[in-house]
């Protein structure tokens, strides 16, 4: 397929996240702070906003009892006020929250635009202490076709596993949203973190844009990597925070500390041409794929 043949590759979208610092358990006061971080992003212009993982919530949970105390449903008020606040536009909003399944717990992610919630995506793959509260979703992650594209939702420790893009590109998604908060470790100077190489690697092999939404503040005691990145579908960053070092005094709400503010990124792209997998004359990123090898026992000889 050519590039003229794709629709609406000359539609430009407007995407912007902020790396916001939620307070644990204080559902009150993170719901303001998501509220005011879309008027921000709508004020900007946004056609896609992505905010961290568990932002209604917060992450470092003392117990299953914290956690369920800030769970809420897809039918919250919250939910109906986000749609609200999007009244009139084309604008989406992705966002992690603590959800209440009934007798579980989930750690996921909604979709949600001006009808409402379009999609809410459970998390897969659990990382560390997230396995005492949380269960792990059983449903592959979704494609929404918005007014700015197919937006494919991952969340955090799922982008680790390359057969999660890979199946969302396989299903047509122009660009991934990720809610992240990817807890600070060391890496070698000069190198950004693994969690970012990571993000580029899987928007190189898929052909896609990916777009990671961090978070700032410290949680007892636990830093961020505060990675937030727009990585486009040849795997280039092409916006990104400066890291868990950088001051916060030009962001909206102050400097960082216990519960800090974080910074925002605002990215312009066209995400319709992640529709065009083709990678020379004779080469397709999805078509020479050997599909009919990928189940056979590899040998070991």
Request: aromatic share 6%.
């Amino acid at each position: 397929m050519t590039l003229s043949a794709l629709p609406g590759t000359g539609r430009v979208t407007r995407v912007v996240c902020e790396q916001l610092a939620p307070r644990i358990g204080d559902l009150g006061h993170n719901t303001r702070l998501i509220g005011d971080a879309v008027r921000r992003a709508l004020s900007d212009g946004a056609d896609l906003v992505v905010l961290p993982e568990l932002a209604t919530s917060g992450y470092v949970f003392a117990d299953a009892g914290e956690a369920r105390r800030t769970a809420i449903r897809a039918d919250d008020p919250f939910f109906g006020g986000l749609r609200d606040l999007l009244a009139g536009t084309a604008a989406v909003v992705v966002l992690g929250f603590c959800e209440d399944g009934g007798e579980a717990l989930y750690n996921s992610a909604a979709v949600v635009d001006a009808s409402g919630v379009r999609a809410v995506y459970r998390k897969t793959h659990l990382w560390d202490r997230e396995t005492l509260f949380f269960t792990p979703g059983d449903r592959m992650a979704p494609v929404v076709t918005t007014a700015h594209g197919r937006v494919g939702v991952l969340i955090c420790y799922d982008l680790e596993f390359p057969e999660m893009p890979r199946r969302l590109a396989v299903a047509g998604a122009d660009l991934i949203a990720v809610p992240t908060n990817w807890p600070l470790e060391s890496h070698p100077a000069g190198e950004r973190p693994a969690e970012i190489i990571q993000a580029q690697a899987a928007a190189r092999t898929n052909g896609l844009h990916i777009v990671c939404a961090d978070r700032a503040g410290t949680e007892r005691g636990q830093r961020w990597t505060r990675g937030t990145a727009v990585i486009n579908q040849y795997g280039w960053i092409t916006a990104a925070t400066a890291g868990p070092d950088a001051a916060d005094a030009d962001t909206p709400g102050g400097s960082d500390g216990e519960h800090g503010a974080g910074q925002r990124i605002v990215a312009d792209l066209f995400p319709h041409l992640s529709r065009e997998k083709a990678l020379s004359p004779h080469n397709d990123l999805l078509a020479d794929r050997r599909t009919d090898l990928y189940a056979q026992e590899s040998p070991l000889l």
